[in-house]
């Protein structure tokens, strides 16, 4: 058994580290003097940083739609390092077209790879870092489960799944020492768009109203997106670094802006229709908070 001489830095377990902001925060905690296992469905794509970091970076062959690779990578990075310390869950996919256009072969597709992937990920290291009384997991999610956009509903759902299970698994590792934080990344200058998102052949000529400006101009989004990489990382490792780290984390003015302008959305919505909703409620129910002092 190879084995590392890390012994106070942390180990960090990064998918989809070959490009875009994997790569940019596996490039950055490298450089912090960390640990990393470097996870790549073509793993020769992050050879060149396991080299320039001998035995703090080591390299592990992961399709995380795969459950086999990811006991094996998880099974190559104790084998070396003895711990995982930050797991993040990076890996995604995405497809644009309307919720009629696309197949269900090509949601699950989605899927598998940015919600079962990242529920067999956590299965395979959460034992370890409960052994070891501590971890913090970044699940990384989108601005989409706040801003909904076109074209983008099953991307967006995905990552909405990934938030379901993170509340609940934050509540439920707390325990044992282990941090969970949602990370809501907005429009990044990565090449996410080329590299990861498919467009389906299968196009409903009658959507083109609501959805053809989006395929044409979905190109220049990497382009000219407002977000840096690099910076993204280095808020992550913020987070981390943090002894009371947030449970979700805005990246990018673009994302705080949609939040901030969501909430006043759904709040105003709310009080419009506050008497409909508490109107449901058992008579009985009604009546004991009427007579309330």
């Known amino acids: 058994m190879v084995t590392s001489s890390i012994s106070q830095e942390r180990v960090w377990f990064i998918t989809g580290s070959s490009s875009g902001l994997g790569r940019a925060l596996a490039e950055a905690v490298l450089e912090k003097g960390e640990a990393v296992v470097l996870t790549a469905r073509k793993a020769e794509k992050v050879e060149d940083l396991a080299s320039k970091f001998p035995g703090r970076a080591i390299v592990a062959q992961l399709d995380v739609r795969k459950p086999e690779e ?86 967006n759902s995905s990552k909405l799944a990934l938030e379901g299970i993170s509340g ?63 910076k993204a990382a280095l808020a992550m490792i913020k987070v981390v670094d943090s002894d009371n780290p947030p449970i979700r984390l805005a990246l990018g003015a673009d994302t705080v802006e949609t939040i901030e302008s969501v909430l006043q959305f759904m709040k105003a919505e709310l009080d419009a229709w506050r008497e409909v909703s508490m109107s449901t409620d058992v008579d009985e129910v009604v009546m004991n908070k009427i007579s309330l002092p």
């Open 70 to 155: 990811v006991r094996e990578a998880v099974k190559q990075a104790i084998a070396y390092f003895g711990r995982i310390d930050v797991l993040v869950n990076n890996a995604g996919v995405s497809t644009i077209g309307t919720i009629e256009e696309v197949s269900n072969e090509e949601v699950r597709r989605l899927f598998e790879t940015n919600f079962f992937g990242v529920l067999e990920t956590l299965r395979v290291v959460l034992p370890y870092m409960r052994q070891q009384r501590s971890g913090h997991i970044l699940n990384v999610s989108s601005v989409g489960c706040f801003s909904t956009a076109t074209a983008w509903g099953f991307y």
């Open 168 to 230: 609940a698994l934050l509540s439920e590792v707390a325990p044992f020492g282990i941090k969970v934080t949602i990370v809501e990344p907005g429009a990044f200058r990565t090449d996410f768009i080329k590299r990861s998102v498919a467009v389906i052949d299968t196009q409903i000529e009658d959507y083109e109203i609501s959805i053809g400006n989006i395929r044409q101009n979905m190109w220049d989004h990497d382009l000219n997106a407002l977000g840096d990489p690099k």
